[in-house]
Structures are given as structure tokens and as C-alpha cells.
């Protein structure tokens, strides 16, 4: 009775003959405000009283974190990078390496790589989710049709000539409804629909990120392990021929055997490390053929490898800006926001909500009559939703929706920790490196030296081949010991363009 009186035409109300009666009519025939009023109280009271409770016991939403790098980059110290130029280089960030056959393997990758197909599938799919919560906020349509051949019972409610009659009854109708959305449900979800599409996008850029970057670690690892494998091949026939006087000089009587046995053993570790290396190096090349796309087959047809990069120079200090262009960090902020607009659409539900609904059909029981007038059926009205009685089912939505939005910022946190140590780990890393691949340059520039010396006393006859092959196998251990730092530091700055986001360029801010 109440909802009818709420919707209910407004009628002008006849003259009572008491002035102080709120019910007297203006000159208009409209009723005063007070009679408007008495119309709508109950109404209100209803809407008002209609309402769930919100719960009160729902924990404090957590905070979200802002690490702090500047002293851990500060403690770092690398003289040895800051004498290197920076290399501004327009483009993608794996193109301030200079290897173009690096920049064909990435470019190959990002066309291939299965991971970039599912994550651009999940892009698709946000698209579409958020297409359809905006649609969910529009007028709804639903059209029926239907034929039912039915006959009536003579003992049922309608007697005979009714009763005991197969009809034929045909239907069809449109119906149209719309929710008025006072409390902002349907904008709310929409919110989080786009959140989440961006989120999408987002960990598409994240997916990029790693499949550069593990192409990029994979080329200088296999870089590494090319250029040392060569060397240990010719270490192998330094020492071989270390072996070979050896066993000439036993056999003449010169020497005993125990130099012939420990040049045996060199031989034999020679060959240990050339069968690993020569592993690691097929091993690298599936890696790299996987992640462009293709199978093991064609790992042959790959360009090998070379160390010859330039490292990209290193900023003097890391703004924390950076590290939220992370795309996986970004993501992750999409989706704590989508977490909070859930949230919001879920406390909406606790309000009363209006839907408007209208529909328009034809129904008949002579088929041959359908498309007459007559046969036109039509209907109009509000629809009030209350729900005061499902208080206890929405408070344990809410509590869902709060429990996801704390899991949400909880992995949020979790990953910019994460993304400030891993940069922090590898800038302190590739510091670290220079400082060593600086003191191994000069060890490697002494050991020629005395390689220099002991050919040119072999020349004059005041060295033994032997001094000589071994000042040359010298030269050899310390170029791989550098070779093995120069694609470490390559590899390093690989990790430190990917916990910066890749995009970031590694040169000092503008102030």
C-alpha cells in the first residue's frame, strides 16, 4: 500500500471548508508543500528504513609503502663508471648495449615469445569485461517468444467450456529496465573494470619487460661462455705442448715424472672444462631459440654471441619515481584500485535502488490474432530493491572486498620492496664489478708483461719453452678471468634495466 501511494497520480483534493486543514488546494489545483510532503514521509520512511547495516567491525585498511634507496645507491661507490660517458640512446632500452644482432634477437622475441600471445589474450579479455560493466549500467534489454500448447483440466479452477479446452497461448514480448544507480554501484564497477584493463596492459609491458630482458641475459651469457670456450681451447694446446716437452725431457732422463703427471692432470681439467663450457654453450642457445619463438632445431641458425657492448653508465643516484614506472608495480597499483572500487560498489548494496522497468508484448490464444490490437499487452513501473533483510550476505561481500583490497596492497608492497632491492642489488653489483674488472685489467696488463719478458729471453736463449708456455698460459687464465667480468657487468646492468622498468635511462636526472 505504500509503494502504491508513492507512485500513485496525484489528485487534486476537494475543499474541506477548514482553512487550518493541510489539505485545502491552491488557486492552481496543485496541493501545498505540506500535502506533498504528507505523500512522500511514508515513502521516505521506507527508503530510509530499508537500509542494511554497515558493519562496524572492518579492520583498518593497511598503508601502502615508499621504500627508501637513497642511502643503499649512496653507499655504492663506482669511480670506475663515472668515467664512462653516458650513451643517450633513442629507442628501446636494450639498444644502449650497440649490438644490432642483440636488437633483431628482442625484436624477434617480442613478435613470438607464446608468454606475449596469453598476455595480450588477458588484454583482450579486460577490454571486454570492462565493455561489458559499462553496458550492465545501461538500459537492459530481453526479448521472448514463446508457443505453448496447453490444455485445462475440467475438474481445475475454470469449469466447463473453459475447463477441458486446448489452447493455443503465443507470446511475445520486449522488456526494458534500468537501474537508476543512486549510490553509484554501476560507475563504481566500471571503475574497477578499467582498472583492471589497465592492469592488463600493464602486465603486458611487464611481460615485454622480461622477455627482453632474459633474451638480453642470455646473449651475454652465451657471449661469455663463446669467448671462454676459445680460450680454454687454445689453453688446452698451450698446455699440451707443455706436456708434450715434458714427456720429452722424461724420456731423455732430464726430469722425473711427476712434471709429466701434473701436465697430464692440467690436460685432463682442460678437457672437463672445454665439455662444460661446450654444454653451456648449447644450453644457452636452446634458452635463446625458446624465447624467440622457435624450437631446438633452429637453435643452430642463431647468430653467436659476441661480448662486444658497451656498458651504459650508471646515475649518480636513483629517484624513487623510477621505480613506479615498473609496468609490474603499475599493475599491481591498478589493481589495488580496482580492489577499492569493488569495495565502494559492495557498500552501495547496503542502500536502497530504484529500477525503472517497462515492457511491451503481444499475447493471444488464437494464433491467427496475433498481430491484431487486441492482442497488445503492456506494463510500467518501478521497481524498489530493500535490502534490509540480506544484511547478514552483504556484510560478508564487504568483508570479501576489504580482505581482497588488503591483499592487494599487501603484494603491492611486497613488489616495490622487492623492485627497491633488486635495484639497489644491482647497482651495488655492477659497482662492484667495475672496481674489479678495473683491478683485472691491470693484472691481465702485468701478466702480458711478463709473458713480453719470457718470449724475448726464449729468443735469447735465456728461457725454456717451457717458461714461455707458461707465462702464455698465464695470459690466457686472465683474459677468461676478464672475459668472465665483462659479461658480468653486461649482465648486471641487463638486471638493473628490468628493476627499473626498462624505460628508465641510466644516466644522472636533470635536476
Given at each position: 500500500?505504500i509503494?502504491?501511494?508513492l507512485?500513485?497520480?496525484?489528485?487534486?483534493?476537494e475543499?474541506?471548508?477548514?482553512?487550518?486543514s493541510?489539505a485545502p488546494?491552491?488557486?492552481?489545483?496543485?496541493?501545498?508543500?505540506?500535502?506533498?510532503m504528507?505523500?512522500?514521509?511514508?515513502?521516505?520512511y521506507l527508503a530510509m528504513?530499508?537500509c542494511a547495516?554497515?558493519p562496524?567491525?572492518l579492520?583498518?585498511?593497511p598503508a601502502?609503502?615508499?621504500?627508501?634507496?637513497a642511502?643503499a645507491?649512496?653507499s655504492?661507490?663506482?669511480?670506475?663508471?663515472?668515467?664512462?660517458d653516458?650513451?643517450?640512446v633513442a629507442?628501446?632500452?636494450w639498444?644502449?648495449f650497440g649490438?644490432?644482432?642483440?636488437?633483431?634477437?628482442?625484436e624477434t622475441?617480442l613478435?613470438?615469445?607464446?608468454?606475449?600471445?596469453?598476455?595480450r589474450?588477458r588484454?583482450?579479455?579486460?577490454g571486454e569485461a570492462?565493455?561489458l560493466?559499462?553496458l550492465?549500467?545501461?538500459?537492459?534489454?530481453?526479448?521472448?517468444?514463446?508457443?505453448?500448447?496447453?490444455r485445462?483440466?475440467?475438474?481445475?479452477l475454470?469449469?466447463?467450456?473453459i475447463?477441458?479446452?486446448?489452447f493455443?497461448q503465443?507470446?511475445?514480448?520486449?522488456?526494458?529496465?534500468y537501474?537508476?544507480?543512486?549510490?553509484?554501484?554501476?560507475?563504481?564497477l566500471?571503475?574497477?573494470a578499467?582498472?583492471e584493463?589497465?592492469?592488463a596492459?600493464d602486465?603486458?609491458a611487464?611481460?615485454?619487460?622480461?622477455?627482453?630482458?632474459?633474451?638480453?641475459?642470455?646473449?651475454?651469457?652465451?657471449?661469455d661462455?663463446?669467448?671462454?670456450?676459445e680460450?680454454a681451447?687454445?689453453l688446452r694446446?698451450?698446455?699440451r705442448?707443455?706436456?708434450?716437452?715434458?714427456?720429452a725431457?722424461?724420456?731423455?732422463g732430464?726430469?722425473?715424472?711427476q712434471p709429466?703427471?701434473?701436465a697430464?692432470k692440467?690436460?685432463?681439467?682442460?678437457?672437463?672444462?672445454?665439455?662444460?663450457l661446450?654444454?653451456l654453450a648449447?644450453?644457452?642457445?636452446?634458452?635463446l631459440?625458446?624465447?624467440?619463438?622457435?624450437?631446438?632445431?633452429?637453435?643452430?641458425?642463431?647468430p653467436?654471441?659476441?661480448?662486444a657492448?658497451?656498458?651504459?653508465?650508471?646515475?649518480?643516484?636513483?629517484?624513487?619515481?623510477?621505480l613506479?614506472?615498473r609496468?609490474?608495480?603499475?599493475?599491481?597499483?591498478?589493481r589495488?584500485?580496482?580492489?577499492?572500487d569493488?569495495?565502494a560498489?559492495?557498500?552501495a548494496d547496503?542502500?536502497p535502488?530504484?529500477?525503472l522497468?517497462?515492457?511491451?508484448g503481444?499475447?493471444?490464444?488464437?494464433?491467427?490474432?496475433?498481430l491484431q490490437?487486441?492482442?497488445?499487452?503492456?506494463s510500467?513501473?518501478p521497481?524498489?530493491?530493500l535490502?534490509?533483510?540480506n544484511?547478514?550476505?552483504?556484510?560478508?561481500?564487504?568483508?570479501?572486498?576489504e580482505?581482497?583490497?588488503a591483499a592487494?596492497?599487501?603484494?603491492?608492497?611486497?613488489t616495490?620492496l622487492d623492485a627497491a632491492r633488486?635495484?639497489?642489488d644491482?647497482?651495488?653489483?655492477i659497482?662492484?664489478l667495475?672496481?674489479?674488472?678495473?683491478?683485472?685489467?691491470?693484472?691481465l696488463?702485468?701478466?702480458?708483461?711478463?709473458?713480453d719478458?719470457?718470449?724475448?729471453?726464449r729468443t735469447?736463449?735465456?728461457?725454456?719453452?717451457?717458461?714461455?708456455?707458461?707465462a702464455d698460459?698465464?695470459?690466457?687464465?686472465e683474459?677468461?678471468?676478464?672475459?668472465?667480468?665483462?659479461?658480468?657487468?653486461?649482465?648486471?646492468?641487463?638486471?638493473?634495466?628490468?628493476?627499473?622498468g626498462?624505460d628508465a635511462?641510466?644516466?644522472?636526472?636533470a635536476?
Amino acid at each position: 500500500m505504500i509503494l502504491k501511494s508513492l507512485f500513485a497520480p496525484r489528485r487534486p483534493i476537494e475543499h474541506s471548508g477548514d482553512e487550518g486543514s493541510w489539505a485545502p488546494l491552491r488557486k492552481s489545483g496543485r496541493p501545498i508543500r505540506g500535502a506533498a510532503m504528507k505523500r512522500w514521509l511514508p515513502a521516505l520512511y521506507l527508503a530510509m528504513a530499508g537500509c542494511a547495516q554497515l558493519p562496524q567491525d572492518l579492520p583498518a585498511r593497511p598503508a601502502m609503502k615508499t621504500p627508501q634507496v637513497a642511502a643503499a645507491i649512496a653507499s655504492s661507490t663506482h669511480q670506475a663508471t663515472r668515467d664512462v660517458d653516458a650513451h643517450p640512446v633513442a629507442g628501446p632500452w636494450w639498444r644502449a648495449f650497440g649490438v644490432a644482432e642483440l636488437d633483431r634477437l628482442i625484436e624477434t622475441a617480442l613478435k613470438d615469445a607464446p608468454d606475449l600471445d596469453a598476455a595480450r589474450a588477458r588484454v583482450r579479455v579486460a577490454g571486454e569485461a570492462e565493455r561489458l560493466a559499462r553496458l550492465n549500467g545501461q538500459v537492459q534489454y530481453a526479448t521472448d517468444a514463446s508457443i505453448v500448447r496447453e490444455r485445462l483440466s475440467k475438474n481445475g479452477l475454470f469449469p466447463p467450456p473453459i475447463g477441458g479446452s486446448t489452447f493455443t497461448q503465443t507470446e511475445i514480448t520486449q522488456e526494458l529496465s534500468y537501474a537508476l544507480d543512486w549510490w553509484g554501484r554501476n560507475r563504481s564497477l566500471v571503475r574497477a573494470a578499467g582498472n583492471e584493463r589497465q592492469a592488463a596492459n600493464d602486465e603486458l609491458a611487464a611481460v615485454r619487460l622480461a622477455v627482453a630482458a632474459a633474451v638480453a641475459d642470455a646473449y651475454f651469457a652465451g657471449a661469455d661462455v663463446e669467448a671462454r670456450l676459445e680460450i680454454a681451447r687454445a689453453l688446452r694446446e698451450d698446455h699440451r705442448k707443455e706436456y708434450d716437452l715434458l714427456k720429452a725431457r722424461h724420456d731423455l732422463g732430464l726430469d722425473s715424472v711427476q712434471p709429466v703427471i701434473d701436465a697430464r692432470k692440467r690436460l685432463d681439467e682442460d678437457e672437463d672444462r672445454i665439455g662444460g663450457l661446450e654444454y653451456l654453450a648449447r644450453s644457452l642457445r636452446y634458452r635463446l631459440s625458446a624465447l624467440t619463438g622457435a624450437d631446438p632445431d633452429h637453435a643452430a641458425d642463431l647468430p653467436a654471441p659476441r661480448l662486444a657492448a658497451r656498458p651504459p653508465s650508471l646515475p649518480g643516484r636513483l629517484p624513487l619515481d623510477w621505480l613506479a614506472r615498473r609496468p609490474d608495480v603499475a599493475a599491481l597499483r591498478s589493481r589495488v584500485d580496482a580492489a577499492a572500487d569493488r569495495s565502494a560498489a559492495a557498500k552501495a548494496d547496503f542502500y536502497p535502488n530504484l529500477d525503472l522497468r517497462m515492457m511491451v508484448g503481444l499475447d493471444t490464444l488464437d494464433l491467427g490474432k496475433l498481430l491484431q490490437a487486441g492482442s497488445l499487452t503492456a506494463s510500467i513501473g518501478p521497481a524498489l530493491h530493500l535490502p534490509i533483510f540480506n544484511g547478514g550476505t552483504l556484510r560478508a561481500k564487504l568483508g570479501m572486498r576489504e580482505a581482497d583490497y588488503a591483499a592487494a596492497v599487501a603484494a603491492y608492497n611486497r613488489t616495490v620492496l622487492d623492485a627497491a632491492r633488486q635495484a639497489a642489488d644491482a647497482y651495488a653489483l655492477i659497482a662492484s664489478l667495475d672496481l674489479r674488472g678495473e683491478a683485472q685489467r691491470q693484472a691481465l696488463q702485468k701478466t702480458e708483461q711478463t709473458r713480453d719478458l719470457a718470449e724475448q729471453r726464449r729468443t735469447l736463449g735465456l728461457a725454456s719453452p717451457l717458461d714461455a708456455l707458461e707465462a702464455d698460459s698465464a695470459v690466457l687464465g686472465e683474459r677468461m678471468n676478464d672475459i668472465e667480468i665483462q659479461a658480468a657487468r653486461l649482465r648486471a646492468r641487463v638486471a638493473l634495466f628490468k628493476a627499473l622498468g626498462g624505460d628508465a635511462p641510466l644516466k644522472d636526472p636533470a635536476p
